[in-house]
């Protein structure tokens, strides 16, 4: 398997990437996608509790110990989080990271005269 693999198809794609030790999933459209949900929080007009928390978090003279986390608290709740696999797409990429996990041939050692 090689990283030219075509994904897992549907909304969120998943590539099935293979390392010596295993197999990578990459997400980046899930990346993507969160990162917009907390661009789009962080500018939602009618509701700036974000901000007002970022802001928070960010000022040196009135940061308090729990306002990152508040604010982190505050995003995930509203981040994407979940992939949808629609009809066999869940049964492929199980499929394909069974393949990738499989039992692989290891070189055998070149011997030195």
Do not use: C, F, K
């Not at 982190?72 to 989080?81: C, D, I």
Request: net charge negative; no cysteine.
């Amino acid at each position: 398997m090689t990283d030219d693999q075509p994904p897992i198809t549907g909304p969120i794609p998943v590539y099935v990437r293979t390392t010596p030790v295993g197999v990578v999933l990459d997400l980046a459209a899930l990346r993507d996608l969160i990162v917009g949900d907390v661009i789009d929080e962080l500018l939602n007009a009618d509701d700036t509790t974000a901000w007002d928390l970022l802001h928070s978090a960010a000022d040196p003279e009135t940061a308090g110990e729990l306002d990152g986390e508040l604010l982190q608290q505050h995003l995930t709740e509203r981040a994407s989080s979940r992939i949808p696999l629609y009809g066999t797409t869940g049964l492929d990429l199980a499929q394909r990271i069974r393949v990738a996990l499989g039992p692989r041939a290891v070189p055998q050692q070149r011997r030195t005269a």
